[in-house]
């Protein structure tokens, strides 16, 4: 009788705990309505995520436009790789992030929000180690300089939407 009732208070426990959860996170949540709310660069995030509500949906586009323009600027760097320098240091990192990209699309799919905020880190550090690797040549290469900092902000919208994916 003692255990029932001990048994009975630890699930009303649950219970009343997840309800004030639910009750209290939902004012909390920026991206409810618009998940492009919570990340850094609105204007960009709204162009790609179109209207979508669906966190999961919004998450997922915006990794597969990334994937496109990454797909593209690799191709731009590849031409440029022998001779060293910033380009070789891109055409790698954005092989690798093209990687990491991959897996987070899976991480979704998953419902894996944790693996998916991790491999979504480790791209946007791709991307800026890329960045940085321009830095020095910024003036010979300004449109691929350019799509080095939109890859960025892109890479920065994905992480922040992947925050209101469940963990
Ligand atoms: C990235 O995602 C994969 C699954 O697609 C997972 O196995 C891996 O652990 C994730 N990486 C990290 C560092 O969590």
Known sequence: MSTNLHLATVVLFFLTASQSGIAMARPMVPGARD??????????????????????A?????????????????????????????????FSNYDNALENLQKALN???????????INLSASLTQFDTCSDAMGGDKASNTVFAKSTSTLHEMADNCLALSTLVKQ
């Open 35 to 56: 998940p492009c709310a919570v990340s850094d660069f609105k204007v960009l995030c709204r162009s790609v995520v179109k209207g979508q509500k669906n966190v999961n």
């Open 107 to 117: 991480n979704i799919k998953e419902n894996d929000g944790f693996s998916l905020n």
């Open 58 to 90: 919004a998450t997922e586009v915006s990794i597969r436009e990334l994937m496109k323009r990454t797909i593209k600027a690799k191709q731009a760097a590849a031409t440029g790789r022998k001779s060293g320098g910033g380009l070789k240091t891109c």
